[in-house]
């Protein structure tokens, strides 16, 4: 097995992988699927399973299996938006930290500690509160509170490898601090980043599926997983597939984010990054 490859000797690394798979294939090939518009009542309101509508319909009288199926796109495309925008900010504020040092390392800590000083999912609900519900708003915020950690996690392997000799020698070259950085640093910090990330990325979904849940994230007509399970609360007794089975597909992803990030961070030999959660 290629290096690339060797978490999957895990087999948990192999049960999260292949859920995962799973997951994302029904986000991006559900709405080809789907046997009606996710949008459009098709029968009275919770109505229970039957040979025309595998999972029920949900309060609207909408297909639930179709929503399911369409549900998942936001989710991941959301989470991921998210995590990579927290990733590039938060990175290149830990690699100039750790590298520059100085007054500049003490500031954009001291901006991580003031973010990092609010709960998470508070200040979200107070900025979405604020500004309005929208895509951005929701993909910026969450974004913001991943931010801190991921500065402090790359700041600490950069300060690790700026003291090396490949970096001295680039110095000694006369090479810009920021060619230092590209060529030298970020290749070498891979590592820690490559283990915290599947961490990020699961603390996203977590994130947006609980904002859509509490109606200030994606509106209604939306299809979405977390916003099904706030939409369909008081139908539980009646169809509970129409909570259960989105609730169910949330837990699934975050399992097998984290499992196939943890068979990372052991394989990397870097798993004790993932401790600041």
Do not use: C
């Given at each position: 097995m290629s290096d690339r490859l060797r978490f999957?000797?895990?087999?948990?690394?192999?049960?999260?992988?292949?859920?995962?798979?799973?997951?994302?294939?029904?986000?991006?090939?559900?709405?080809?699927?789907?046997?009606?518009?996710?949008?459009?009542?098709?029968?009275?309101?919770f109505e229970r399973p039957s040979a025309a509508h595998l999972l029920g319909t949900d309060f609207l009288g909408r297909d639930v299996l179709s929503r399911v199926l369409w549900g998942g796109r936001s989710v991941l495309a959301l989470a991921g938006l998210a995590t990579a925008l927290a990733y590039v900010l938060g990175a290149a504020a830990g690699l100039v930290a750790g590298y520059v040092r100085g007054w500049l390392d003490g500031l954009l800590m001291r901006g991580a500690d003031v973010l990092l000083s609010f709960p998470a999912l508070l200040f979200i609900l107070v900025v979405v509160t604020g500004a309005g519900t929208s895509k951005t708003v929701l993909v910026a915020t969450v974004a913001a509170v991943q931010l801190p950690l991921i500065a402090r996690i790359v700041r600490t392997a950069t300060l690790e490898q700026s003291v090396r000799g490949f970096v001295e020698a680039a110095e000694a070259r006369g090479d810009r601090w920021s060619q230092i950085l590209r060529r030298e640093i970020l290749p070498n910090i891979a590592t820690p980043i490559m283990a915290d990330l599947p961490l990020r990325f699961t603390y996203s979904i977590i994130l947006v599926a609980s904002v859509n849940f509490l109606s200030l994230?994606?509106?209604?007509?939306?299809?979405?997983?977390?916003?099904?399970?706030?939409?369909?609360?008081?139908?539980?007794?009646?169809?509970?597939?129409?909570?259960?089975?989105?609730?169910?597909?949330?837990?699934?992803?975050?399992?097998?984010?984290?499992?196939?990030?943890?068979?990372?961070?052991?394989?990397?030999?870097r798993s004790g990054v993932r401790g600041v959660a």
């Amino acid at each position: 097995m290629s290096d690339r490859l060797r978490f999957l000797a895990r087999p948990s690394a192999l049960v999260g992988a292949a859920l995962l798979a799973l997951i994302v294939g029904i986000a991006l090939f559900g709405p080809f699927f789907s046997p009606d518009p996710p949008d459009r009542p098709v029968g009275v309101p919770f109505e229970r399973p039957s040979a025309a509508h595998l999972l029920g319909t949900d309060f609207l009288g909408r297909d639930v299996l179709s929503r399911v199926l369409w549900g998942g796109r936001s989710v991941l495309a959301l989470a991921g938006l998210a995590t990579a925008l927290a990733y590039v900010l938060g990175a290149a504020a830990g690699l100039v930290a750790g590298y520059v040092r100085g007054w500049l390392d003490g500031l954009l800590m001291r901006g991580a500690d003031v973010l990092l000083s609010f709960p998470a999912l508070l200040f979200i609900l107070v900025v979405v509160t604020g500004a309005g519900t929208s895509k951005t708003v929701l993909v910026a915020t969450v974004a913001a509170v991943q931010l801190p950690l991921i500065a402090r996690i790359v700041r600490t392997a950069t300060l690790e490898q700026s003291v090396r000799g490949f970096v001295e020698a680039a110095e000694a070259r006369g090479d810009r601090w920021s060619q230092i950085l590209r060529r030298e640093i970020l290749p070498n910090i891979a590592t820690p980043i490559m283990a915290d990330l599947p961490l990020r990325f699961t603390y996203s979904i977590i994130l947006v599926a609980s904002v859509n849940f509490l109606s200030l994230g994606l509106q209604p007509p939306a299809a979405d997983w977390g916003l099904m399970i706030s939409e369909n609360r008081d139908g539980l007794t009646l169809n509970p597939y129409v909570i259960l089975v989105p609730a169910a597909l949330i837990a699934l992803l975050t399992i097998a984010v984290n499992l196939v990030g943890d068979s990372v961070a052991r394989t990397l030999g870097r798993s004790g990054v993932r401790g600041v959660a």
